[in-house]
């Protein structure tokens, strides 16, 4: 009986009442009265009426605020209808009543009454009524015994304690796992202990198919960005057999690769796997079979990384390739090690780039000899060792052909081109160049610094400037005196950073001296007094020729001085200025002159206007006579004018002038072609020549001896007031030295001149004047420059031999560290390569932090770096000769694709935008039931996936569920119902039974029915159901009328009707 409605008397609506009506009280029902007669019910009730009998045999219990559930057993041997029932509390008080018209049930003497009812309270609280137990009905259940169980609730099902009460469905889902798809919502903890065939925790593929593997997933939620927190899917392990059987195990761990809302492993990408045998492949790659570690790219430890040994002779790291590279390392060495081929078996070669001694430490690059280059500056902090287990060691620097090379005997540089060489030979101890000993201070006979040297061939210097000269003296203080280049063809001296002295080359070669400006004619020009003292050499000096000026103060002018004369009878000159020539006796100190002859030219006109000898009343005497003190010419001899001559004084004068004043008197001697000096003119003083002009020419001071060459010819020094102007100049002293003096204030400060041995020398003298000190000497044989101390140019200390190891353009050398090239600017100082005009350079950019390799036009980078590492190449790339090629387009080239990469795509793979295919298309990887995404206008997707175990399957658009599927054999599944089987039988669904199923039982209800064009048959005999009128209607089911029977005139009290029954078969 289920939800009938109870009444509850005034009585027992009281009872609930609690004293003070300060809410319910609670009473328990103790009896319950059978009433065998339906009645009235009244509120006032306190007995129940009809009543048989009262029972305790009955249980109940609340099962909702407003139902009590009610079980009442009898089992004695009454026979009664029961018509209601009434509830007797603890307090004998009537409660509640149950009454119907109709009897409930009727029990018989040998039955037993078992009424089980739920009960309805419209008014009243029903939890306030306690029933007693009903073991009594049904003992509790035990794992023997059936009997009544108690409903666990979720907290005593999670308790896990209690053994007597069941466990509903809800509550066990809420606190076990089921066996498909369980969801644990908390720590899961495995406590066990394992055997050699077993674990505390399993997860297993399902049997029945190949290529199932077990696998393990573990989701998350996002850490930040995002309001979404529910578990997404992170990663998953799987483990099973790669397309075989023992031996092809592996377990894989992947991750996702793209966001993943479907919760699809298309999603995810395999991160590492651990293969059969124990080899570890980290990344998306396919396992070599050999290698315990393989890795599909980049990787970074911030430990060490350890390899115990590939083979019995050592450790190895091994990077693949089409040929590959070892990292060895065999207890005695470590090597860098190059292999012919690749693979695990791959042997190395005999190449040796890199060997590490690892007991000593020792570094050896390019052990065989095959060739090593260094991309940059190369830093060696202590010694570098080229060569020493050889003949001879070889290092090449620049693009010159040449090498420095260092054997057991010498070392140096040398150029096979044109066998140029220089060397340091160890049993000479001397430098050598081109197989000559190098002269210095230790192996001259006359050493340099004292004697001088001769020069074969150039001095090459600076240009220098007149502060700043191309070859200075290290004793000068400042280095401004020396030699200092102009122009083309032109040099000067400098002293003291002013230019004293300048060579001119040209159509005149030209001589200035004391910073005269430059008169483009005169061969020897004077700015300023010149003066020349000492013994006249005996060759004299150099023809002068015609037009020689010497000095400009105002006008040409020759002076002459006796250091021994009295005062005021020392100085005589000769002067030329506004187209007049003089020749006077002038005060000591130069103040003032008297002419003793004047020559004028004509007017602008070079023809002579006059000559006038002794203007200022002196007397002019010629030939052998004694000065008469009165006449202002005295002639001794003959003398000419006009075919006139005035005649000598001797028979051996023919033809000869003389102008004598004494023995000792000064006199002019002019010979004749009969006499000894034939055609010559002599001066003369205090009874000794002093000068004289040879028949050729040639003036010579202080000799009488023409050496027939030189047009001025001194014995002695010369001092010159201005210029000295010379088409060249000469001075010669035969086999001794052959100088020039420059003083200043009358000492001496330099000497430039040659040597007794034939040597150039400059030298330079102390403070005292006479202290002197050698600077430079050039000898001429060798024409090698020594300096007595190192030179500097423009104030910096060149680099040689005694502070640096020489590095030869045309030879190269030995850098032992850094090489820096800095320059100012965006791209810097370059290094350029220079080969027969082809000159590629490498240069930095320093805006962009690069550095590159520009080509010989220096207009475009070929290849670049830049601080990230990124390598930029402005042309294709190649390696292996052109074997592996890299195109501008970013084509790729190389055996491996059987020609260019991109006609290999075309040929072999599937293009995004469509293609056609004649072969086989597969997908597979390991791990993953290969799909295909279908994607409609709308937006919505379908997947058609391999199915495992054979067959395929569809996927609806969430990717979360099979909408149809077909097997290996071809049986055909929606929604994972079976649906169609391979003969053709069809489960329908909505009738929940198979095809084959429906219409057998189909036929089986058609078997009792005729068939289409049945005729029926009786089923019985015929029955005479008399006359018509006696009928009153109708013939009785299911008989039918079969016949009629009467006279012909019959009428309804006279025709008998006849029926019968028909069946269909």
Request: hydrophobic share 40%; aromatic share 8%.
């Amino acid at each position: 009986m289920a939800g009938n409605l109870i009444y509850i008397t005034d009585a027992g609506r009281a009872a609930l009442v609690a004293p003070g009506n300060t809410g319910t009280t609670a009473h328990q029902v103790t009896q319950i009265g059978l009433a065998t007669a339906a009645f009235a019910f009244k509120p006032d009730m306190t007995a129940l009426p009809s009543e048989l009998k009262r029972i305790t045999t009955f249980g109940g219990d609340t099962v909702a605020q407003d139902t009590i559930h009610i079980v009442i057993q009898d089992d004695s041997a009454d026979q009664y209808k029961l018509y209601g029932f009434g509830l007797y509390l603890d307090n004998g008080v009537l409660f509640s009543v149950y009454v119907q018209d109709d009897p409930i049930l009727e029990k018989a003497p040998a039955s037993m009454l078992l009424l089980a009812a739920d009960t309805v309270f419209a008014s009243i609280d029903v939890t306030k009524l306690v029933f007693g137990p009903t073991s009594f009905l049904n003992p509790p259940a035990t794992t023997e015994r059936k009997g009544v169980v108690e409903l666990a609730t979720q907290a005593e099902v999670d308790d896990g304690a209690d053994d007597t009460r069941a466990v509903t469905p809800k509550t066990a889902a809420k606190r076990y796992a089921p066996l498909v798809r369980a969801q644990l919502i908390g720590p899961v903890s495995v406590t066990s202990t394992s055997t050699d065939q077993d674990a505390q925790l399993a997860v297993a593929a399902t049997s029945g198919a190949l290529n199932r593997g077990a696998k393990i997933r573990f989701h998350g939620t996002f850490a930040a960005g995002t309001a979404d927190t529910n578990a997404r899917l992170i990663a998953s392990i799987r483990a099973g057999y790669d397309g075989g059987t023992w031996g092809r195990e592996y377990l894989d761990f992947w991750i996702n690769r793209a966001p993943n809302d479907s919760n699809s492993d298309t999603n995810q990408v395999r991160a590492m796997r651990i293969t059969y045998g124990g080899r570890l492949v980290v990344g998306n790659r396919n396992d070599n079979g050999n290698d315990a570690l393989q890795v599909a790219g980049n990787g970074a430890f911030s430990g060490s990384v350890g390899s115990s040994g590939l083979d019995t002779g050592g450790a190895n790291f091994r990077l693949l390739n089409s040929r590959d590279v070892l990292l060895r390392n065999d207890g005695s060495n470590f090597y860098v090690l190059l292999s012919d081929t690749s693979g695990a078996d791959a042997k190395w070669n005999n190449f040796r780039p890199l060997t590490v001694n690892v007991v000593t430490g020792a570094l050896m690059l390019d052990d065989t000899g095959v060739g090593t280059f260094v991309g940059g500056p190369l830093s060696v902090k202590g010694l570098l060792n080229i060569g020493t287990a050889s003949g001879e060691g070889r290092a090449v620097i620049g693009p010159n052909g040449g090498y420095f090379f260092g054997n057991a005997s010498e070392a140096g540089f040398y150029l096979p081109a044109n066998g140029a060489m220089f060397a340091l030979n160890f049993t000479r101890k001397n430098l050598h160049v081109n197989g000559k000993d190098v002269w210095h201070a230790g192996n001259l006979p006359n050493p340099a610094q004292t004697t001088g040297f001769t020069m074969s061939g150039q001095i090459l210097a600076a240009e220098g400037s007149v502060s700043a000269p191309g070859i200075s003296f290290v004793g000068d203080g400042a280095p401004d005196t020396g030699f200092f280049h102009v122009a083309d063809g032109v040099f000067a001296v400098a002293n003291n950073a002013k230019e004293t002295m300048r060579f001119v080359a040209g159509a005149t070669n030209r001589v200035l001296i004391g910073g005269t400006p430059d008169d483009f004619y005169s061969a020897l020009q004077v700015g300023g007094a010149a003066s020349f003292t000492g013994a006249a050499p005996g060759n004299g000096l150099a023809a002068m020729g015609s037009g020689v000026l010497l000095g400009n103060n105002g006008g040409g002018t020759i002076i002459f001085k006796s250091a021994t004369a009295a005062a005021d009878m020392k100085v005589w000159d000769f002067k030329a200025g506004d187209g007049v020539f003089q020749g006077r006796a002038v005060t000591d100190g130069w103040t003032s002159g008297v002419p003793w002859i004047n020559v004028a030219r004509q007017s602008n006109n070079n023809a002579i206007q006059s000559i006038a000898l002794a203007p200022n009343s002196g007397r002019v005497l010629i030939g052998a006579t004694a000065d008469d003190g009165a006449n202002a010419a005295q002639v001794s001899g003959s003398v000419r004018a006009a075919n006139y001559f005035i005649n000598g004084q001797g028979v051996g004068d023919s033809g000869l002038i003389g102008i004598s004043k004494g023995a000792n008197g000064p006199n002019i001697g002019f010979y004749g072609s009969a006499t000894t000096g034939a055609g010559a003119v002599t001066f003369s003083t205090g009874g000794t020549e002093r000068a004289r002009i040879s028949a050729i020419g040639n003036l010579l001071i202080g000799t009488a001896a023409d050496d027939g060459a030189n047009k001025l010819q001194i014995a002695g020094a010369a001092k010159l007031s201005g210029a000295l102007y010379s088409a060249a100049a000469i001075i010669d002293s035969g086999a001794g030295w052959s100088t020039i003096y420059l003083k200043n204030g009358g000492k001496n400060r330099w000497t430039i001149g040659k040597s007794d041995t034939d040597d150039f020398a400059v030298s330079a003298f102390d403070d005292d004047g006479v202290t002197q000190r050698r600077v430079l000497d050039i000898p001429r044989a060798s024409q090698v420059v020594s300096f007595v101390k190192r030179p500097t140019w423009a104030g910096a200390t060149p680099w040689d031999s005694a502070n640096l190891t020489p590095l030869d353009r045309n030879i190269g050398g030995q850098v032992n560290g850094n090489v820096t090239l800095y320059g100012a600017g965006d791209y810097g100082s370059q290094l350029v390569f220079n080969s027969n005009g082809y000159a590629p350079r490498i240069q930095v950019q320093a805006s962009t932090s690069t550095w590159m390799v520009t080509n010989s036009a220096n207009t475009a980078a070929n290849l670049m770096v830049n601080e990230g590492g990124t390598v930029i190449a402005r042309g294709e790339l190649q390696t292996a000769g052109g074997a592996t090629r890299v195109a501008l387009d970013g084509n790729l080239y190389g055996s491996v694709w059987g020609g260019w990469l991109s006609n290999f795509l075309s040929n072999n793979y599937v293009n995004r935008s469509g293609t056609t295919m004649w072969g086989r298309l597969m997908l597979a990887r390991d791990g993953w039931d290969a799909d295909f995404g279908l994607r409609a206008a709308d937006g919505a997707q379908t997947f058609l996936r391999a199915r495992r175990g054979g067959g395929i399957e569809l996927i609806n658009s969430a990717y979360n569920a099979v909408t149809w599927q077909l097997d290996d054999s071809g049986t055909m599944f929606m929604r994972g119902q079976q649906i169609l089987n391979t003969d053709g039988n069809l489960f329908c669904a909505y009738r929940g039974a198979w095809m084959n199923a429906i219409l057998d039982d189909l036929y089986n209800r058609d078997n009792g029915k005729a068939n289409a064009g049945a005729r029926v048959q009786w089923d019985s005999g015929v029955n005479n159901f008399g006359t018509i009128d006696r009928l009153n209607g109708a013939l009785p089911a299911p008989w039918v009328v079969c016949g009629l029977s009467g006279p012909g005139n019959g009428t309804a009290n006279a025709i008998v009707v006849y029926g019968v029954v028909l069946r269909n078969q």
